[in-house]
């Protein structure tokens, strides 16, 4: 796609900085000089990406950059695109290449089934049919269509169909409940509802033909209805029901309409998604990103940082990019982006953990070598998942030796939540094992809210374990203390003091713009405030240390909760843990430790010993809890975040149903225990107050 062709073993920001020189006569010495400039000069800078990828509009944009505030920046005024014409103008090169567009698994064909495999050309048939008959059912610019569906190719398909039309898209996955879907579909008033029967997760076969209807009768404004006949249990949903299988002389259409079928061109700026905040508190924030800004900081984000190549390009071994994700994840977002620069994607669809009931319905332990031997089948090149997940194979003690041949894989992506020092030596000590003695380490940080990173990698910068290697190009984000003032080697708040183009264009139904405001710039006017602590160091490494508003503060003294976390967790006893400050008016804080222990265990006096310990080494004796707590599991929302703050709130006396949505979590059934020991522990205080 570029102009100038490096040697392929070069890193892709390498050949990014030399065709800056080639082009445009920039040469900087370091990559601290060229994060400088990229945040300087935005116009440059954005101009520079829009040119290296070589995007295309018919008409010419009269600016880069017209408006620089934020909020309502406006971003290459003038200029028409669309997210699918990105997508599918590699059809030709990649057919000549043989290289697939999809390649997708689930828990079902890991076991023993081949792939499914989606050619570029028949990606771009099968979305071209689907765009026809949505045209056909009145679909047009603007109008949403919300698709209730798993991680499966169908659910690529339907996106490229819909945002090739201008319509606008919006997905939630099938592990999230009628209500909490609901509160995500009522808010956007879609016109179009995409579903499936139901899915397979550890192991189970969960029927969503109940939630389907239920959809069906609380949307009003739907005035078409597509069923996807998943897991063979197709009923009819509604009258205006059409099923995917009744679709098939559809897709299948190989007529003159479909050949000449090309994705519409849109304003710059026209919507492409709604995405949705946790929702774990209050309705979800609907999130609207445009077509254009997101393409742009998705290339940035995959290519140059991520180094993640196009699968057909001259010299290239096959790029095939991996991010485990369920469709209620912005990472889905983000695995599909691979399509944006010719990558072949690797999906999969179903638990990480593996099946954890057999036929018989009996129990199973995880089986924290599931992806891995996804990886390995599929010849996986760049492997991402959520921190958790490493965290889990190392207390798992997986052997990745047993996991099938992964001398494909090169790079390892994380995000979610802070990777901990010991997680990524243990990975790189078990690629080490495998022959592979320099596995790269991309570990980023970043939001559903602009759909990208703030903080990421850079193949050409040292690794520093625990650490991400930079801050990304084109965004100016600092750590900040309490007055406002930027600092370095201290933690402070993480903000964006420029706008990037993948910011969002505004959260749908907003008409006065006040919660968008709220949401980011209610802190720092003008200057997005994320909600994460974060540490910059001199060599420009960062650490995020957990959400500003799930703080520690204990006598004065501030900490994020991933340094403990980081502390607790490398016990081996220890599963998982959760920590949260309780801060009472006129009294000293409370502050439990609740810990997932392997199976068998107790916390015994001698591993609360243990556990005091290692806080007090690691940290200070400051952040030794008061109690510690043995608990099954530790909330978390259905990306794998935990919930501290609405536990917090729930010990603070507020009823669940204000301060969490049990369908916006992964493991609703654990919050019974946690509703117990508030109440348990308000007893106790009322009866202390008595006395």
């Known amino acids: 796609m570029q102009s100038l062709q490096p040697a392929p073993a070069a890193p892709q920001i390498r050949r990014y900085q030399q065709w800056l020189e080639h082009e445009r006569g920039l040469r900087f010495e370091s990559y601290d000089a060229l994060w400088r400039w990229s945040v300087d000069d935005l116009d440059a800078f954005w101009q520079s990406i829009w040119d290296y990828f070589d995007l295309r509009s018919p008409t010419p944009h009269s600016a880069v950059l017209q408006r620089r505030t934020m909020p309502g920046s406006i971003w290459f005024p ?15 090169a990649a057919e000549a290449a043989g290289v697939a567009a999809i390649l997708s698994h689930d828990e079902h064909s890991l076991a023993g089934g081949a792939p499914r495999t989606l050619s570029w050309s028949e990606l771009r048939r099968q979305s071209a049919a689907l765009a026809l008959h949505l045209r056909a059912q009145g679909v047009g610019p603007g109008d949403r269509v919300a698709a209730y569906l798993p991680n499966i190719p169908e659910a690529m398909v339907a996106f490229l169909a819909t945002v090739s039309i201008g319509g606008v898209w919006s997905i939630c996955a099938p592990d999230m409940g009628s209500n909490a879907v609901l509160d995500r579909f009522r808010q956007i008033e879609p016109k179009v509802l995409i579903a499936c029967d139901g899915v397979r997760y550890g192991g189970r076969v969960l029927d969503r033909m109940a939630v389907v209807g239920e959809l069906c009768a609380a949307l009003p404004s739907v005035r078409h209805q597509l069923l996807l006949d998943h897991m063979g249990t197709r009923a009819a949903a509604g009258d205006a029901t059409v099923a995917w299988t009744d679709l098939a002389q559809v897709l299948a259409r190989d007529d003159a309409q479909t050949h000449r079928f090309e994705p519409m061109w849109l304003p710059f700026d026209h919507p492409l998604w709604i995405v949705y905040s946790s929702g774990t508190t209050g ?44 469709t209620g994840w912005v990472m889905w ?75 494909a894989v090169r790079a390892l992506g994380t995000t979610g939540s802070p990777l901990s020092a010991d ?39 040292p690794l520093v374990a625990g650490e991400m290697q930079c801050r990304l190009l084109g965004c100016a984000v600092e750590a900040w203390d309490e007055q406002g003032q930027p600092v370095v080697d201290t933690v402070g ?20 713009n006040q919660r968008y405001l709220s949401s980011y710039f209610d802190m720092y006017p003008n200057v997005w405030r994320h909600g994460d602590w974060l540490k910059v160091g001199a060599n420009g490494g960062c650490v995020i240390y957990g959400r500003s508003d799930a703080t520690i503060n204990r006598h004065g003294l501030r900490m994020g909760t991933s340094e403990l976390y980081s502390a607790v967790e490398a016990l081996p006893e220890v599963l998982d843990a959760m920590v949260v400050d309780l801060e009472f008016l006129g009294r000293d804080s409370y502050m439990p430790l609740f810990v997932v222990l392997r199976d068998g265990l107790a916390l015994d006096a001698a591993l609360r010993g243990r556990i005091a310990d290692a806080i007090r080494i690691a940290l200070s004796p400051r952040f030794v809890p008061d109690d510690m707590f043995q608990v099954a599991e530790v909330p978390r929302t259905l990306s794998g975040k935990k919930q501290e703050l609405p536990i917090k709130k729930l010990l603070l006396g507020q009823p669940l149903e204000k301060v969490v949505n049990r369908e916006a979590m992964a493991n609703p059934a654990c919050l019974d225990w946690y509703v117990q020991f508030a109440q348990e522990r308000a007893d106790a205080q009322r009866a202390a107050a008595t006395r």
Not at 83 to 90: E, G, I, M, S, T
Not at 493 to 512: I, K, N, R
């Open 78 to 92: 003038g200029a028409q695109f669309n997210y699918a014409h990105q997508v599918l103008r590699h059809t030709q």
């Open 283 to 326: 309705l979800p924030k609907p999130i609207v990103h445009g077509h254009g800004g997101t393409v742009l900081v998705a290339l940035a984000l995959n290519v140059l940082h991520n180094d993640i190549g196009c699968s057909y390009a001259p010299g290239s071994l096959g790029e095939r990019y991996h991010w485990y994700s369920s």
């Open 333 to 407: 977002n983000c695995q599909m982006a691979g399509l944006l620069n010719g990558s072949t994607c690797c999906i999969f669809d179903g638990s990480p953990g593996g099946p954890t009931v057999d036929d018989a319905g009996q129990r199973l332990a995880p089986d924290w070598s599931t992806l891995w031997r996804f990886a390995a089948d599929l010849g996986v090149s760049f492997f991402g998942a959520g921190a958790a997940f490493y965290a889990s194979c190392m207390k798992a003690d997986v052997a990745l030796r047993r996991c099938g041949d992964l001398s």
């Open 423 to 461: 997680a990524q030596r243990w990975g790189s000590a078990q690629f080490a094992q495998l022959g592979t003695d320099d596995i790269w380490w991309c570990n980023m940080s970043g939001g559903t809210d602009f759909a990208g990173a703030f903080i990421g990698g850079n193949r050409e910068l």
């Open 493 to 512: 708040e993480l903000v964006c003091t420029a706008p990037l183009p993948s910011m969002p264009l505004y959260f749908w139904g907003d008409t006065d």
